[in-house]
Protein backbone atom coordinates (compact mmCIF):
# COMPACT_ATOMS: atom_id res chain seq x y z
CA UNK A 1 0.00 0.00 0.00
CA UNK A 2 1.58 3.51 -0.67
CA UNK A 3 1.82 6.41 0.91
CA UNK A 4 -0.07 9.58 0.91
CA UNK A 5 2.56 12.27 0.23
CA UNK A 6 1.30 16.35 -0.24
CA UNK A 7 2.22 18.28 -3.29
CA UNK A 8 2.04 21.83 -4.02
CA UNK A 9 1.09 22.51 -7.63
CA UNK A 10 1.79 25.83 -9.17
CA UNK A 11 0.69 27.46 -12.09
CA UNK A 12 -1.41 30.13 -14.04
CA UNK A 13 -5.00 30.37 -14.92
CA UNK A 14 -5.01 31.67 -18.43
CA UNK A 15 -8.83 32.11 -18.66
CA UNK A 16 -9.55 35.64 -21.10
CA UNK A 17 -11.35 37.26 -18.52
CA UNK A 18 -9.42 35.69 -14.94
CA UNK A 19 -5.64 35.69 -15.68
CA UNK A 20 -4.03 34.71 -12.13
CA UNK A 21 -1.18 32.47 -10.66
CA UNK A 22 -1.79 29.68 -8.55
CA UNK A 23 -0.34 27.52 -5.94
CA UNK A 24 -2.33 24.84 -4.51
CA UNK A 25 -1.31 22.00 -1.90
CA UNK A 26 -3.05 18.28 -2.38
CA UNK A 27 -2.77 14.54 -0.93
CA UNK A 28 -2.01 12.21 -3.49
CA UNK A 29 0.10 9.19 -4.40
CA UNK A 30 1.95 10.90 -7.22
CA UNK A 31 2.13 14.21 -8.94
CA UNK A 32 0.39 12.82 -11.23
CA UNK A 33 -2.82 12.88 -9.02
CA UNK A 34 -1.95 16.02 -7.76
CA UNK A 35 -2.17 17.31 -11.49
CA UNK A 36 -5.83 16.16 -11.66
CA UNK A 37 -6.82 17.15 -8.03
CA UNK A 38 -5.93 20.27 -9.18
CA UNK A 39 -7.63 20.41 -12.55
CA UNK A 40 -10.87 19.21 -10.34
CA UNK A 41 -10.26 22.08 -7.83
CA UNK A 42 -9.98 24.99 -10.03
CA UNK A 43 -12.55 23.23 -12.96
CA UNK A 44 -15.40 23.28 -10.67
CA UNK A 45 -14.32 26.68 -8.19
CA UNK A 46 -13.84 28.79 -10.82
CA UNK A 47 -15.19 27.05 -13.96
CA UNK A 48 -12.02 26.84 -15.77
CA UNK A 49 -11.21 24.26 -18.51
CA UNK A 50 -8.19 22.16 -18.17
CA UNK A 51 -6.64 24.07 -21.62
CA UNK A 52 -7.17 27.20 -19.37
CA UNK A 53 -4.68 25.97 -16.92
CA UNK A 54 -1.02 25.57 -17.22
CA UNK A 55 0.99 23.71 -14.49
CA UNK A 56 4.48 25.10 -14.19
CA UNK A 57 5.76 22.42 -11.28
CA UNK A 58 4.78 20.02 -8.93
CA UNK A 59 6.83 20.16 -5.76
CA UNK A 60 6.69 16.92 -2.83
CA UNK A 61 6.61 18.76 0.44
CA UNK A 62 8.62 16.43 2.73
CA UNK A 63 8.81 18.74 5.94
CA UNK A 64 5.35 19.11 7.17
CA UNK A 65 6.26 22.23 8.94
CA UNK A 66 6.71 23.84 4.74
CA UNK A 67 2.80 23.14 4.84
CA UNK A 68 0.37 26.43 3.97
CA UNK A 69 -2.90 25.18 3.91
CA UNK A 70 -3.97 24.45 7.58
CA UNK A 71 -6.23 21.56 6.83
CA UNK A 72 -3.58 19.49 4.72
CA UNK A 73 -1.06 20.75 7.08
CA UNK A 74 -3.52 19.20 10.10
CA UNK A 75 -4.49 16.08 8.07
CA UNK A 76 -0.81 14.95 7.36
CA UNK A 77 0.60 16.00 11.61
CA UNK A 78 -2.65 13.84 12.49
CA UNK A 79 -1.27 10.57 11.01
Known sequence: MSEV????????????NLKTNFQKEVRA????????????LLGSKHR???YHIRIER???IKD???IK?????ELTIRK
Open 69 to 73: DPIIK
Open 48 to 50: VKR
Open 29 to 40: LKPEHAIEEVYR
Open 5 to 16: KVFRVIGKILKP
Open 64 to 66: PED
Open 58 to 60: VEE
